[in-house]
Every structure is written in C-alpha cells, then in structure tokens.
C-alpha cells in the first residue's frame, strides 16, 4: 500500500515537472510590454473587484450593515444592464483605440475609474447609483479592448494559449487580493471604494514604460463622427455573418451562468449559507481571517467564500492552460461550459459551506479550461491590423451574458429564493405582525423571536419550507444548453470547412 501510494506521488510530480518545463521554455518568448499588460491588468482587476465582488451585498444588504436595501431586481437591474453597457461599449472603444492610440486611451480610462470611484459613495438613490455605475463602466469600456489587444498582438499562435492563460491568471490575482483588502474596511463603505480609486492611480505609473506594440502610428483622418460611421459598417458586415453571430449567441449563454458567481452566489451565501463550520477552523488556525473577515461571531463574509474561486484560478490556471494548450479551442470551451454549469448549479445546493467550497472549485477548472480560450478563439481569427476592434466584438457575448444574468438573479432569485421575500411570505401565511421601519436584518430577528426560534433555526425552517435552493436548475439548464450548442456549432462549422 505504501509502495503503491508513492508511486502515485511520484507519477503526480513527473507530470507537475514536465508540465512546468514547457510552460517555462514559452515563458522566455515573450515581450517585456507583455509583462507591463499583464501587470496593469494585475491593478486594474484589483480595483474592480475591490468594490465588485461586495457591490451586490452593498446594493441589497441591510443599512445597518452600511447596505442600500435594495430589492434584488433592482439590484439585477443596476448590475445586469449597467455591466451590459461595460461590454457592449468596447464595440466602439475598441475601434478607436485603433485611431487614437492605446495609451492615450488607457489614460483616459484610468481617469474615469478613479473619479468614478471617489464619487460613488456620496450617492444612494436607485437613479445616481445606477448612473454612476454606468459612468464607472465607461472607464472599463475604454480599458478593455486595449489591454486585450496588446495581449493579443504580443503573443503567436505558439504562446497564444499559455499567454492568455498568464493574462487570466493576472485576471484573478487582482480579483483575490481586491477583495480581501476592501473586506477589512467593510464596516465603512465609502473605503472600498476610496481604496479601489488609489489601486487603480497606480496604473498611471505602469503606463510610463508601456510601449504600444506593433502600432503603426498615422495622423487620423476625419472627424469622431467619422470614426463612429466606420465603427458601425464594420459592424453591419460582422452581423452578416450568420456563423460568427451564432457563436457569439452561444457564448452569451455560458457568461449568463458564469455571472451568478457575482450577482448572486454572494447573496445566496449570506443569505442562506451556514458558514460556521469554516469559521470555527480559521478561528482556531487562522484567526487572522476570523476576526477580520466575519460581519458576526460564528459567520464568515460571504465575499471571502466567493472569492475562493480566483485563489484556486491563481494555484492551477498555469497547469488548466497547459494541459488544454493543445486542444481545439472550441472543444475546450466546450469542455470547461459543461463544468462550470455543473460546479455553478452546486453551489445552489446545500447550505453546507464546505460542500459551497468544492463547488466553487468544480465551477474554477471549467472556467480556467473555457474562458480564456473565447478570447484566444476571436484574437486568432482578427486581422493583424484591427486587432482592438475584433477584441471589442469578442464584448458582446459578455454584453448580452451580463443583461441576462441580470434578470436571472434579480428577478428570478427575487421569486425563488431570496430570503427577504420569503421571509415576508411567511410572516403572511404565519398572520405576524412585525413593526414597520426596522432594517432588514431587525426584520428577520423579530420574526424569529415572534416564533421562538433563533435566527439559524428561522433560516434552516425557511428553507426546509420554500425551496430557495430550486435555482440551481435554472443555472445547469443554461449552461448545459450553451454546452450542447457548441458542440452541434463545432460539427456543423467543421463539415462546412471541410
């Protein structure tokens, strides 16, 4: 048995070695503003998800938690419609990052998020929270396209895989480390975002030695409206494309599953997850993260648990795009649509948080094999010279993923398994009287002392009784179908080549 055993922990690190070995000789092939993209990229993700990963708690949690209490339509509202509008405008910036320059462009975005940041916590209604966010996403709209440009004209058809995969690496570093950072000052929220606005200035330093590549410098010829009239023929002629579009429609299903890791599992989590057992560990090992981490005794913030998913993207994204830097990108896609929709759909499931956890790992290795690989599809397919543009087309699937995950967990988690509405019906069918004015937290205790069970007790009832858990078949039946689509759009695309 022992022999056995370290012959299985040998044949395991032979692999971890040879995989390390070819990831390592690709490594050295690549240019220095690859690594300054790379590293930009690093702190503008930092940034974002700072404030992201805690934007759907903030907009829905309760006001003496420092939330907005929003309902959670108008939370899918302003996070669907508004991160919509985030990846449907590289459609356009794309294009005129093409014109104008990439770094003067990168300038401009960096100027918007850090103002758009030091202004959000100085508004509170529906309307300005919701222009304001659009406001922030006009400064990702500009940055986007021009980042993944530069990855794209910064690696070949040999360093494409393993570059994208560093890229979407970088991706998550920044999205670990934002929130972890934001979490320890939750307890005001104007400095999530005042610590975002101060990560994102860094990047006004990086951008000194960022060199454009391979960008044939030319004096613009006509006016912005010019510029604009190009952008939208270039795009009636991409819609003619019956293929192109299909796949696009394909992909907005898998970033329509995909986006409930933001819009809803952290509000599920807090809502319904018995996060108890993981705090006791960390308050027992790690007391650091218990005491720095936990909006009460015993809980821990559902934002740490989410974001579990960057840490395990950091550890194995390297190994995923090496094993997958072989395969057709379409099959990969495929494969990693099919995992993601079943570890997404789990997360659902049980109000165990270390079963939360192994989900969260199944949804990272389908994300780290299919994600990477949308872009590195469209990159491999652009013209050298409209490389920014195409990058903005590879937008729109996430533009539409992101309206329909808006729906999805606003007012479909608003009808199936928000506890806030739940826990109303129930005061209904129960004929409670509970005071008017209270927070939604006061809300929940006074329920639960009215019937003599504690708050825990009241959560485990609620769902025992009205199956807010029923979701995860809405998320599994979307990305398998996405998964399913892709497969049919891979054989009928391959005869059609053949």
């Not at 708690?57 to 209490?69: K, P």
């Not at 952290?266 to 936990?294: E, K, R």
């Amino acid at each position: 048995m022992k022999t056995g055993s370290l012959s299985f922990i040998l044949f395991i690190f032979a692999i971890g070695e040879s995989l390390t070995s070819k990831s390592m000789s690709i490594f050295s092939k690549f240019p220095r503003t690859f690594w300054v993209a790379n590293t930009i990229e690093l702190f503008e993700r930092w940034a974002w998800y700072g404030f992201f990963m805690l934007f759907a708690n903030y907009l829905t949690g309760s006001s003496d938690l420092g939330g907005l209490e929003f309902s959670q339509s108008q939370k899918g509202l302003i996070m669907g419609v508004g991160t919509g509008i985030l990846y449907f405008l590289p459609v356009l910036t794309g294009a005129i990052a093409d014109r104008y320059g990439y770094k003067k462009v990168l300038a401009l975005a960096f100027a918007i998020y850090a103002s758009a940041f030091l202004l959000f916590p100085q508004v509170s209604s529906f309307a300005a929270v919701f222009m304001m966010y659009i406001y922030l996403a006009l400064g990702a709209a500009l940055f986007k396209p021009v980042i993944s440009a530069t990855i794209a004209k910064t690696t070949t058809e040999e360093t494409s895989s393993i570059g994208f995969g560093i890229f979407y690496m970088m991706v998550n570093i920044g999205a670990f480390f934002g929130p972890l950072i934001t979490l320890l000052f939750k307890g005001d929220s104007k400095y999530i975002f005042y610590i975002s606005a101060a990560i994102i200035m860094v990047n006004f330093l990086l951008l000194i030695f960022y060199k454009e590549p391979g960008r044939e410098t030319k004096k613009a010829e006509g006016s912005l409206l010019h510029t604009f009239g190009e952008i939208f023929r270039n795009m009636g002629s991409i819609f003619k494309d019956a293929k192109f579009l299909i796949f696009l429609v394909i992909v907005a299903g898998f970033w329509t599953m995909y986006n409930q890791l933001f819009f809803t599992l952290p509000v599920f989590i807090s809502q319904w997850v018995d996060t108890s057992v993981l705090y006791h560990f960390f308050d027992t090992y790690i007391p650091f993260v218990s005491a720095n981490y936990s909006p009460a005794p015993g809980v821990l913030d559902s934002e740490f648990i989410t974001n579990m998913d960057a840490l395990y993207i950091i550890v194995f994204q390297i190994m995923v795009s090496t094993i997958v830097m072989k395969w057709k990108p379409l099959r990969s896609m495929m494969s990693g649509f099919l995992v993601c929709a079943i570890g997404m759909a789990l997360t659902l499931v049980s109000q165990n948080v270390l079963f939360t956890m192994v989900a969260i790992l199944i949804f990272a290795i389908g994300e780290m094999a299919g994600s990477p690989k949308i872009t590195e599809y469209i990159g491999r397919i652009a013209p050298k010279d409209k490389k920014a543009l195409y990058m903005g087309y590879s937008f729109i699937p996430v533009f539409l993923g992101n309206v329909f995950a808006g729906f999805i967990s606003g007012n479909v988690y608003q009808i199936m398994s928000d506890k806030v509405m739940i826990t109303e019906k129930y005061v209904v069918d129960k004929g409670l009287h509970i005071p008017a004015g209270l927070s939604t937290n006061a809300y929940f205790e006074e329920v639960a002392r009215q019937v003599n069970l504690t708050p825990q007790e009241l959560t485990n009832l609620l769902w025992d009784t009205y199956n807010p858990s029923s979701m995860w078949m809405v998320i599994l039946a979307i990305g398998v179908i996405a998964a399913f689509a892709l497969f049919i759009y891979d054989k009928v695309t391959t005869k059609s080549e053949a």
